[in-house]
């Protein structure tokens, strides 16, 4: 998938879904566009969904690689931010990402989104170690973060941005709140004083971690259900 040609496909492709959405992408109108016959894209890609799925591949990548531009290693604030900006410029393409997840075994897509959920969860994981997010499972925070992004994006492009804070913003709130949980989360550790053990403290923080039964200490825990 790395040569001129396949390039140039994928960007008429890309010009294609910007204009009028995924139902505008056929193998034959990328063809008509780059300027070759209408079973030229066939010997590159053997489906639209291929077509696409690089599509989504050679975007998500550009995404990280921007991100680590940013900083290195990036942030999730700054893996979010850069996403955020992708998709408020190319919003068909995203919603191709959310809605339209092209299906079936593609190596570039893989991959991609390999990078992608590398990134993150070291992100996740190096703000733990430095005190700026809760401890709990990465993964689980990861989605926590994510997730809300995604919404927000929903949402404001629904909106036009009508009466909708925009997606950086709301973003920023709750990196700022989970900043927060993670200040009193270390507030709460016992400071080792003479005849204190480390044991006792990570004892502690263990106690800690198991009843608040979530991956984001000091975020509420619903009540279990009774049948």
Known sequence: MSTARCNHLISAAAELLDKAGPAAVTLRDVG???????????????????????????????VCTEAEAEESPPSPRALILVFARWALAYPERFRL???????????????????????FIRAIEIGQAAGTLPTGDPERLSCLIRSTALGALQLYLSTGGENTPPPAAIIGDLLGYLALVAQQEAATVPALVPGASDSAVRRSGSKRRSSAGSAVPGLPVPEPRQD
Do not use: C, T
């Open 32 to 62: 008509r566009a780059v300027g070759v016959s209408h079973n030229a894209p066939y010997r590159h890609f053997d489906s639209k969904q291929d077509l696409l799925a690089a599509l989504l591949a050679r975007e998500l990548q550009s």
């Open 97 to 119: 990402m959310i809605f339209h997840w092209p299906h079936g075994n593609h190596e570039d897509l893989r991959l991609a989104k390999h990078r992608w959920h590398s990134l």
